[in-house]
Each structure stands twice: as structure tokens, then as C-alpha cells.
């Protein structure tokens, strides 16, 4: 299998309309990973506001600044870390219908005048260069077929010295070929790092790194939590996708939990633009 498969942005769009039930129903209220400490009790959703906590501590901004999110999901993290943090937030994805859910979430917030949501391809962002203070891009970059190229336009839209915030999995040892294609397809990925590979591409597009914090360890409780969330909401899932939808999920899903086990890790990294 090649390293990269090149997935279209309406086609990942296209994936996360069809499926916004579906995460719904196994990730719960937001759709990244949760941060968990040992012998933790929370619930999926207080270890994925946890980890929205954390990286909003590494952000660093202040009152009247300007964040930009690429890849906002259903909207919940941006909209807390606005409720927390007074900024000014514009953010941007692929999936038409995730937009809808993040505007009634940030109306429903009270910080609908402070965060806009549209959607737009982070590979031609809308925007005047220098317009952003920090941006975010949440494990997103492996849906994008040329992430280099991605960070360059990100770069592009930042301030001098300003920060994008990235979070995603690595590949810890190498995956064989069927590993690879089933985590490619189940995860709608157009590629995988290492993170010596993840460094070099930051490099590439003009950033430098300033902290990296190795989460691997804190989130790999998440999928257990989505496993038990998916059983329990199973004929709900049944009733909107099919049987046979679910019966892949049932096969696919102890795979994909020893892939992430046996051979991914997940990385926050804080770099910027040069001065």
C-alpha cells in the first residue's frame, strides 16, 4: 500500500456527514481523544474536555486574540475553550453537516459573537496573510493528502510568531499492509507519520517546534470507552446504518484497538512561525 492515498476534501467531508450519528453515538460529545490519568474513572467526555483544557494551557493566547481552527469537528472544543478564554474564533472543516451542530452548540454556549464556523478547505484558506495569533489543527492532518503543504497555508494565515497547536497519531513501528489499509479506511486517512518524519515536514513548511508532549499513554483509554459505547448503543446504530454497517463495525473494531495498542502513538506539538 502506497504511503499516502489521496482523499479529496469533499470526500472526507462526505465521510464525517454520513457518520455524524455515528460518532455521536461512540465518541459522545466531541470527536477527538480523551486525556486520561492512571486508574481514571471520568467519563469519555470529561477526558476529551481534558484534553481540550490542555490544549488550550499550551495555546497561550489572551483576550482579543484571533484562533483559527482547522478541522473543528462537531465544534465542542473550540467552543469551551472560548467559553474559557475570551478570544476571537474563526473555524473551518469539510463536512456541511458538522456545521450546523457547531452553530447551535456555540448559540447554545453564549459565544455564538465570538466564534464563526464555515466551511472551507484548509489547503486554500479564505484569509489575509498575518490574520491569526494561533491556530489549531486537532487530528486532522492525516486526512490530508499533502500535509506540508497544509502547514505552509496554515503558516500563511499566522501572525510572526504565531502558534499552531496540532495534535494526532504517529506510527510507533511499522504496520503491515492490512493494518494499514483497514486503519486508512475505518479512519477516512490519506497518511501516517513517524513523528522523525512529522518533525521533518514541520521543518519543511517553516515552523519550529517549541514543546511537544508525548500523550500516548493518556489516550489510548478512549477507544475502550467508544467500544462500550458502541455496544451499547448498537440497535440505534443498526436502526440508522444497518446490519450490515454494524456487523463490519463488530470485526473491524478489536483490529483497529490492537493496532493502536501494539502500534500508535499520539503526539501535541506547540510550534511557530518565525518573527
Request: hydrophobic letters at 40%; proline letters at 3%.
Amino acid at each position: 500500500m502506497s504511503d499516502t492515498i489521496d482523499q479529496a476534501g469533499e470526500d472526507v467531508g462526505a465521510y464525517y456527514d454520513d457518520l455524524t450519528e455515528f460518532t455521536r453515538l461512540t465518541f459522545g460529545d466531541s470527536i477527538h481523544m480523551g486525556l486520561w490519568s492512571e486508574n481514571d474513572t471520568s467519563s469519555i467526555t470529561e477526558a476529551q474536555d481534558r484534553m481540550t483544557r490542555f490544549i488550550g494551557d499550551v495555546t497561550g493566547l489572551t483576550a482579543g486574540q484571533r484562533l483559527l481552527d482547522v478541522g473543528y469537528g462537531n465544534g465542542r472544543p473550540v467552543v469551551l475553550y472560548a467559553e474559557s478564554t475570551p478570544v476571537e474564533v474563526t473555524a473551518v472543516d469539510v463536512s456541511e453537516k458538522q456545521l450546523d451542530n457547531a452553530n447551535a452548540f456555540a448559540a447554545e454556549r453564549g459565544v455564538a459573537d465570538r466564534v464563526s464556523f464555515s466551511v472551507a478547505d484548509a489547503m486554500k484558506l479564505p484569509y489575509e496573510d498575518d490574520s491569526f495569533d494561533a491556530a489549531w489543527a486537532l487530528e486532522c492532518f492525516s486526512h490530508m493528502t499533502d500535509r506540508g503543504s497544509a502547514m505552509k497555508e496554515i503558516k500563511r494565515v499566522l501572525r510572526p510568531g504565531g502558534r499552531l497547536i496540532l495534535s494526532d497519531v504517529v506510527e510507533l513501528s511499522p504496520l503491515a499492509a492490512d493494518d494499514k489499509d483497514l486503519l486508512f479506511t475505518c479512519w477516512m486517512m490519506s497518511s501516517l507519520f513517524d513523528l522523525p518524519r512529522y518533525h521533518e515536514t514541520v521543518r519543511d513548511a517553516g515552523f519550529t517546534v517549541v514543546e511537544e508532549h508525548d500523550l500516548t499513554a493518556k489516550v489510548r483509554t478512549t477507544l475502550h470507552h467508544v467500544g462500550e459505547n458502541y455496544l451499547g448503543n448498537r440497535p440505534a446504530i443498526v436502526a440508522r446504518y444497518g446490519e450490515e454497517f454494524a456487523s463490519e463495525v463488530d470485526d473491524d473494531f478489536p483490529k483497529l484497538g490492537r493496532i493502536q495498542r501494539e502500534h500508535l502513538g499520539y503526539t501535541v506539538m506547540v510550534v511557530r512561525k518565525p518573527e
